[in-house]
């Protein structure tokens, strides 16, 4: 041990500090606690509310992993109306949609709150189930993805690892086919997953769960029977949910 006259006056002595915090996947992360957070430094508007602003804003809250979905799902929703009720970059939107952007703009706040643990809890090479759940409905679709382990005999845990989510089009499309979108992004997370996690974690089985009959009736057959709509996304899911060893993924009704 090294006398403290001799020592780098610049080396942290990492057990009596306080870890900073730091920056990762576009996130804030604690390294003293070991979890992430989102932060952002733009201040929300106010007085008034413009396409320009209030998309400036929103992109300043980033979401690389999707679990914010749920709210920042609130926002895209927002930025679809702002713009369709002005069409021009900076003109104001009237008092009832800038007070509901104004209020959704002041609740990003809260999100500091919500802590993503960094770790699984898993160790390198531990096999693991990821079970994929893809739903949708008129304003939108999407789909989150959970790890499913055994942390010791008989010992089973969950942990969130992604979400992705996007707005539907206003062509009016219906159910079913927002449900074939759905499971199309699903199915798109899976395979990205599998080729991020390849050489830290064995992927032993992959689960799509979906509720509605009629995507699953789809995926049990030829894509060629179907209109061009159909036939792109069904052929696109069936190639993506081929994995490992040509293993396909399992198809489950929820």
């Avoid at 396409?51 to 926002?75: I, K």
């Avoid at 992705?164 to 009016?172: E, F, L, P, Q």
């Avoid at 899976?190 to 009736?217: C, K």
Wanted: proline residues 5%.
């Amino acid at each position: 041990q090294f006398p403290e006259e001799e020592r780098n006056p610049g080396v942290k002595d990492l057990k009596v500090e306080v870890l900073p915090e730091d920056k990762a996947l576009g996130l804030k992360w604690s390294c003293e606690e070991d979890f992430f957070f989102s932060k952002t430094r733009r201040e929300p508007p106010s007085d008034v509310v413009t396409p320009r602003m209030f998309l400036a804003f929103w992109a300043s809250v980033y979401d690389v992993l999707g679990y914010m979905g749920p709210f920042m799902f609130r926002g895209k929703l927002l930025r679809q109306r702002v713009w369709d009720q002005v069409k021009d970059w900076d003109t104001p939107v009237s008092e009832e949609l800038r007070l509901e952007a104004v209020t959704w703009a002041q609740d990003v706040g809260v999100l500091s709150r919500v802590r993503v643990p960094r770790w699984f809890g898993t160790k390198i090479g531990q096999p693991v189930q990821l079970h994929v759940f893809c739903d949708a409905s008129k304003k939108g679709f999407g789909c989150v993805t959970y790890r499913r382990f055994e942390e010791s005999p008989g010992v089973v845990k969950t942990a969130f690892v992604a979400a992705k989510d996007r707005v539907a089009n206003k062509d009016g499309c219906k159910i079913p086919r927002l449900e074939l979108h759905a499971m199309v992004l699903g199915s798109r997370l899976q395979r990205t997953l599998i080729g991020e996690l390849e050489g830290v974690l064995v992927v032993e089985q992959v689960f799509l769960w979906g509720d509605n009959e009629s995507v699953l009736a789809w995926l049990g057959s030829e894509s060629g029977k179907f209109d061009t709509f159909v036939c792109n996304r069904v052929a696109e899911l069936q190639e993506n949910l081929t994995y490992e060893d040509n293993h396909p993924a399992q198809l489950r009704y929820v």
